[in-house]
């Protein structure tokens, strides 16, 4: 049993210009989650962040912004843990989703039952 | 090592708030797998890797020993192939979906024993297979599903959800104020309920509770700056949420795992066991393959009384002057449980079987010919279980084993005690650090 329930992450991301771009938080491994972000507006999204608007590449270089992810193991066949962060310049269906290169991953090997905090900062350069 | 006294110490004070769920006592006596079944044996503890890494230490923990292959001992062990690996877009939503139903839930077992082969007993592995089948017409299997997402959901949305949110905030909040500061604004935005208003609305008293238990304790409200401190209170906090959430997790996971067996009753499986006269790898001879199709079945949910019906084909290799034989068995099981929480719980098992063995072999004109007996054979076995704790159960079989069988006495008495634990780690003072301040272990 890992001793440790937090995990820290930059998932760093080059944007284009003129490009508006979007957020989409996936919990895999059919474990349990919810995420927390907001966005340049100033709008919070919970426990889904699904296509959330954040704004032109422009305005994004050069900024951070943080977010947290709560997964809870209740997979019987795992305890592995895995949430994928999806930056894409158009809004996406969930099975476009899925056929798309996450722009980042970050898997962790939990403990039965266990439920792990995903601190991620997206890092725009 | 105050750091992690820290966190510990959230874990403790969250453990004397232990949910009342319990469980299931199936959740402690573990099911047997095709590979423990054709060695004939009950591990009270399985292995059950769930990625590359763990299943490659599992093999050479078990298999190699100064620098070189081993039979091991007393090995169970129970992977899912397909688990080995993550799956990023596989989400809660998609546990009953019916592509790759069978594939996600299909496992392999392997293990080893001393067991009776012939007239000796030898040390024997077996490998097996558990390939389970959707069945189920869709509107039911569409019913189960709406009912195990619905609760999940309804989970992510009155915990996680807050608890997400809370964490984001303290991950936020700004670095340059002070402790002092950081307790007076959490105060401040139970009544003023900033955004995320649900945060400090609806889980003002979550949020009050686990700021009185973990970080009150903990830290001061001082001139301290809150950036200083930030990493340990996400870690703190951390902690704690894991604790909280603990047996909602372990109650989830059983009705998820309650909901596969609704919709995949029936299974095929197959095994091989191999027998291992001189201890070595190199020596070895095919023992016996089995393969079989069992349907589960509910008689009565109101009674918990549930069974299984099993049609299994057995071919028994030669064995020193036993010949080969073709078994065919037809089994039933039956489960009883007593109890709101399934304090007892009965199971009768009757295996009637067909028995075709070859006896003698007669040369005429350069070929062989066999002379078949066929009869049949019977075993039952009835098990009484008892679950002591919330982790510990103990059981005790009985019954008559097959007149004839190559890896059991003929008409055996079986009689045999069991115990069966899952660990469960908990929290436990362990002593003062050199400041007076507690510290505190895991205790399983």
């Known amino acids: ?125 | 090592m105050k750091k992690i006294s820290y966190f510990l110490a959230a874990l403790l004070f969250f453990n004397s708030k232990a949910m009342a769920q319990e469980r299931n006592i199936s959740s402690i006596i573990p099911s047997s797998a095709p590979a423990f079944t054709i060695l004939g044996t009950t591990p009270a503890d399985i292995s059950k890797p769930n990625n590359w890494n763990a299943l490659q230490t599992a093999l050479y923990q078990n298999l190699v020993s100064n620098n070189g292959f081993v039979i091991p001992k007393d090995l169970s062990l129970e992977f899912s192939p397909y688990w080995l690996k993550d799956h990023p877009t596989f989400t809660y939503k998609d546990y009953l979906n019916s592509n790759g139903f069978t594939l996600r839930n299909a496992s392999i077992s392997i293990a080893s024993a001393k067991t009776q082969y012939g007239n000796d007993s030898t040390q024997c592995m077996g490998f097996g297979f558990r390939i389970p089948v959707m069945t189920g017409n869709r509107k039911s299997i569409s019913k189960i599903n709406q009912d195990l997402t619905t609760t999940i959901n309804t989970h992510r949305s009155t915990v996680l959800k807050w608890q997400s949110d809370f964490q984001f905030f303290i991950t936020t909040y700004s670095g340059s104020r002070t402790m002092t500061q950081f307790f007076a604004d959490i105060a401040n935005n139970i009544i003023t309920q900033p955004a995320p208003v649900d945060l400090w609305r609806n889980h003002a008293a979550d949020v009050t509770r686990l700021v009185n238990d973990t970080l009150k304790v903990e830290f001061s409200a001082n001139g301290d700056l809150y950036s200083t401190h930030l990493s340990e209170i996400q870690d703190l906090v951390a902690a704690y949420i894991s604790n909280l959430n603990h047996d909602d997790a372990v109650a989830i996971t059983e009705e998820i795992s309650n909901a596969l067996k609704d919709v995949s009753r029936l299974e095929f499986s197959g095994a091989m066991s191999f027998a291992f006269p001189t201890d070595k790898f190199n020596f070895s001879k095919a023992a016996r393959l089995a393969l079989w199709g069992a349907y589960s079945f509910n008689m009565s949910v109101d009674t918990k009384i549930n069974g299984t019906v099993a049609l299994r084909y057995i071919y028994d290799f030669e064995v020193d002057t036993v010949k080969t034989a073709n078994n065919i068995d037809g089994i039933l099981r039956l489960n009883f449980a007593f109890g709101t929480r399934e304090r007892f719980t009965i199971s009768a098992l009757g295996d009637l079987r067909y028995r075709s063995a070859k006896v003698d072999k007669t040369v005429i004109n350069g070929n062989p010919f066999y002379r078949f007996e066929d009869d049949i054979d019977t075993k039952f076995v009835v098990d009484l279980s008892m679950k002591l704790s919330e982790s510990i159960a103990f059981s005790y079989s009985i019954g008559k084993n097959f007149g004839k069988d190559l890896y059991t006495v003929p008409n055996s008495l079986i009689s045999f005690f069991n115990i069966f634990y899952a660990l469960n780690t908990k929290v436990a003072k362990t002593g003062k650090d050199a400041g007076g301040h507690d510290l505190f272990g895991f205790k399983n």
């Open chain 1, 1 to 125: 049993m890992p001793s440790v329930f937090t995990v820290h992450h930059d998932v760093d991301f080059t944007p284009d210009n003129t490009n508006d771009y979007f957020l989409s938080v996936l919990v895999g491994n059919g474990q349990s989650g919810s995420t927390t972000f907001k966005n340049p507006a100033g709008d919070f999204f919970s426990p889904d962040v699904f296509n959330v608007p954040l704004g032109q590449g422009r305005e994004l270089k050069g900024t951070s912004l943080p977010v947290v992810s709560v997964v809870m193991d209740i997979n019987p066949q795992t305890d592995n843990m895995i949430v994928s962060y999806y930056i894409t310049d158009t809004e996406v269906s969930e099975e476009e989703l899925e056929t798309l290169n996450p722009t980042d991953i970050v898997p962790f090997a939990a403990g039965a039952n266990q439920t792990i905090t995903f601190f991620s900062s997206l890092n725009f350069h």
